[in-house]
């Protein structure tokens, strides 16, 4: 059985569990407590990040862009990157996401609100995440514009960049942060989202201490 190691509102775990789902991949999930430096954990992965996954025949995969990589050359079936043209901009998107999109707004939120929280280790940054409101409004309104002049984000194909952005906003639509009202076709694209199997036990997610709003598990919100 593949094993991912993982923390709950991570977005990159989150991306992960929707590739492997998409792609019909079983797996069991083991949360991971980064800040406690396990030496066996490091020893898979001495970034001490999450996610890692042990895949069948003890192969060990750190990263999620590594695992994305990983996991499109060994399960080809179910291709969500296209073709090596299309496949340009599927990277350069998800590579935003899990790059910009996320120093500037969704690992401040999940630092501050969460982590902190859990590992004990302060009280969230009020400055720090004022500054993560405005810059999350900035880059809805981009998605918002892919998601109003594209099928996809990425383009014609759904690709795994739909799926780190999906990954990235169910985190923000988990603690609240996001107003849909002013983001109408990213809201349609969402709920398109939140619709697929694979997005399903994201909406079960539930995190001790946490209460998502009425609406995160909802399909028609």
Same mark, same amino acid.
């Given at each position: 059985?593949? /094993?991912?190691?993982?923390?709950?509102?991570?977005?990159?775990?989150?991306?992960?569990?929707?590739?492997?789902? %998409?792609?019909?991949?079983?797996? %069991?999930?083991?949360?991971?407590?980064?800040?406690?430096?396990?030496? #066996?954990?490091?020893?898979?992965?001495? $970034? !001490?990040?999450?996610?890692?996954?042990?895949?069948?025949?003890?192969?060990?995969?750190?990263?999620?862009? /590594?695992?994305? #990589? @990983?996991?499109?050359? %060994?399960?080809?079936?179910?291709?969500?990157?296209?073709?090596? +043209?299309?496949?340009? #901009? &599927?990277?350069?998107?998800?590579?935003?996401?899990? !790059?910009? +999109?996320?120093?500037? &707004?969704?690992? /401040?939120?999940?630092? #501050?609100? @969460?982590?902190?929280?859990?590992?004990?280790?302060?009280?969230?940054?009020?400055?720090?995440?004022?500054?993560?409101?405005?810059? =999350?409004? %900035?880059?809805?309104? @981009? =998605?918002?514009?892919?998601?109003?002049?594209?099928?996809?984000?990425?383009?014609?194909?759904?690709? /795994?960049?739909? =799926?780190? $952005?999906?990954?990235?906003?169910?985190?923000?639509?988990?603690?609240?942060?996001?107003?849909?009202?002013?983001?109408?076709?990213?809201?349609?694209?969402?709920?398109?989202?939140?619709?697929?199997?694979? +997005?399903?036990?994201?909406?079960?997610?539930?995190?001790?201490? +946490?209460?998502?709003? $009425?609406? @995160? $598990?909802?399909?028609?919100?």
């Amino acid at each position: 059985m593949r /094993v991912l190691h993982h923390l709950p509102l991570s977005p990159y775990c989150r991306k992960i569990r929707l590739l492997l789902a %998409e792609k019909r991949l079983p797996f %069991e999930l083991i949360t991971e407590k980064t800040w406690e430096r396990r030496p #066996e954990y490091l020893a898979m992965n001495p $970034a !001490g990040t999450v996610p890692t996954l042990i895949d069948e025949n003890d192969i060990k995969v750190p990263d999620s862009a /590594v695992i994305c #990589e @990983y996991l499109h050359d %060994e399960y080809p079936d179910i291709d969500l990157l296209g073709d090596r +043209f299309a496949r340009i #901009e &599927v990277r350069r998107l998800t590579a935003w996401i899990d !790059g910009p +999109f996320a120093q500037a &707004v969704t690992d /401040v939120y999940v630092t #501050e609100k @969460y982590l902190k929280r859990i590992s004990g280790f302060g009280q969230p940054d009020g400055t720090a995440l004022r500054q993560a409101a405005i810059n =999350l409004r %900035e880059h809805l309104a @981009y =998605l918002g514009w892919l998601a109003e002049n594209r099928a996809h984000l990425a383009g014609k194909a759904f690709s /795994v960049a739909d =799926l780190a $952005a999906a990954a990235h906003l169910s985190v923000m639509d988990f603690t609240n942060d996001i107003n849909w009202s002013l983001h109408p076709h990213l809201h349609d694209w969402y709920s398109r989202m939140k619709s697929r199997p694979s +997005f399903r036990p994201l909406l079960n997610d539930r995190v001790a201490g +946490f209460s998502p709003p $009425a609406h @995160y $598990a909802d399909l028609d919100f």
